[in-house]
């Protein structure tokens, strides 16, 4: 028994950014500007954040949110409470605005409170919002932001916000403003329409990039976030294709004789690596550069199927699936090639391994005894740990942060397929804050995006 993807096993059987536009603002643009005639010298690239991830694991930070006015400042205080309130890692509460410049400390206390955020929104042909964090024990402020965009970014507003927010509070950058790529899927299980999709990180703004007439799988993002690699059967040869979000153009990489599939960008941006069959029932690993399509080789084991690889964030190692010692397992090897040094020793089949952006660690999927396992291991192989199970869970990818992990959960189907689900869920890489990213239709193969810049 061989344990891939189910898009490997089937294979080998058979839009704009913070920083573009500072002068202006312009459709997809967002200005921020700070609010420097008040703030204190708390700054957040002055002092430390006021508490660490670990202990907000143990204790969420009790964080006030208010409304910020009604109609549009309402639907802005929502998305970064509800931002804020995913990460478990805060107690965020609500309220109405102060009318002082200053928020009644005393009271916040008595709330409990240890931040509170104040703001105030101006709707025109733009929307301004200036925000301030303070803080309640202390009673000074924090930081002050005004931010500046077009009418129909103001989603992406309240998403920097939340991320400036998580960031003073916790000394690392937030992951709010982000995109994944995903595959919606409709109708029965074994007769399913798949299209590329992208939303919001939280669910929200789904756009479907394909039409659905071709199986579609495998999304994986470039590091700048304008372009997804992806797996697509059109024309029934399946392929991997490289999509551009800002042109929406589609084009095929490399002209390979046997099937290609499982693609990824290196950290730079300027290759993909990938998988393609051989004529003996195996599979290698080719890195292809995108400026010039010239290709080489990584692996070439005869019989071997070597698949799933994945790039070190430095871009010198890559981790992959193979099953040269007879069960698919976790490997590592140089880059540049060289000898491939075996990582897995746990009981059952290991595959989709991705490093996570801080390098420290590895997540996978597992196929055991006890059913699939999402888990994380080092990069040698050790602590390696579960941090859910189920019927199926596959498909993970980290957040920019290395915080949280997406993946794709999928229940057991009665006779004839009914009642088959698949969903995105998002975990924190300590094991807790499991929750659901609601989609329209089924879904699965998240690939969570870079930061929006």
């Avoid at 709330?111 to 000074?140: F, K, M, N, P, Y």
């Avoid at 992208?198 to 994986?220: C, F, K, Y």
Wanted: charged share 20%; glycine share 10%.
């Amino acid at each position: 028994m061989s344990f891939f993807s189910d898009v490997e096993s089937e294979l080998l059987q058979k839009h704009l950014s913070r920083r573009a536009l500072l002068g202006g603002v312009a459709a997809g643009s967002v200005l921020v500007s700070p609010l420097g005639e008040t703030v204190s010298s708390a700054r957040a690239e002055d002092a430390p954040p006021e508490i660490t991830v670990a202990h907000a694991r143990q204790a969420s930070i009790p964080i006030i949110v208010p409304d910020f006015g009604g109609g549009l400042g309402s639907q802005i205080s929502n998305v970064i409470i509800a931002d804020l309130s995913s990460t478990g890692l805060f107690q965020v509460m609500g309220g109405e605005l102060s009318p002082n410049a200053e928020p009644d400390f005393q009271s916040l206390r008595q709330r409990g409170a240890h931040v509170s955020v104040s703001a105030t929104v101006s709707e025109g042909e733009s929307v301004r919002v200036e925000v301030r964090l303070w803080d309640v024990i202390a009673e000074q402020q924090l930081e002050g932001r005004a931010y500046t965009a077009s009418q129909m970014n103001w989603r992406r507003v309240a998403h920097i916000i939340a991320d400036e927010l998580y960031k003073r509070l916790l000394g690392e950058e937030g992951y709010f403003d982000t995109r994944i790529a995903y595959i919606a899927r409709s109708g029965p299980r074994r007769l399913q329409q798949t299209r590329l999709a992208i939303m919001d990180q939280d669910g929200a703004n789904v756009h479907m990039l394909t039409s659905g007439s071709w199986l579609t799988l495998e999304p994986r993002f470039s590091p700048s976030g304008e372009r997804i690699a992806f797996l697509s059967y059109a024309n029934n040869r399946p392929r991997v294709y490289v999509y551009d979000l800002k042109t929406g153009q589609q084009s095929i990489l490399g002209a390979f004789e046997g099937i290609s599939f499982a693609p990824r960008f290196s950290p730079d941006g300027q290759q993909i690596i990938l998988s393609v069959t051989t004529r003996d029932g195996g599979s290698n690993l080719y890195i292809i550069d995108l400026d010039t399509q010239r290709r080489r080789r990584v692996t070439s084991l005869p019989g071997v199927i070597d698949t799933s690889p994945c790039f070190s964030p430095d871009g010198q190692n890559i981790v992959f699936n193979s099953d040269r010692d007879g069960s698919p397992q976790l490997y590592i090897m140089p880059v540049s090639g060289g000898d491939a040094k075996r990582i897995s020793y746990g009981a059952g089949h290991y595959g989709s391994p991705v490093w996570s952006p801080r390098g420290d660690e590895i997540a996978f999927t597992r196929l055991g005894q006890e059913g699939f396992s999402l888990g994380l291991m080092a990069p040698d192989g050790m602590g390696e740990r579960t941090l859910t199970q189920g019927f199926t869970v596959e498909s993970p990818s980290f957040s920019p942060n290395g915080r949280a992990l997406a993946f794709c959960r999928q229940n057991a189907a009665s006779s004839g397929g009914v009642g088959f689900t698949s969903s995105i869920e998002v975990i924190d890489v300590a094991g807790f804050n499991e929750h659901l990213i609601p989609t329209a239709t089924g879904a699965s193969d998240p690939a969570w995006s870079p930061l929006r810049r």
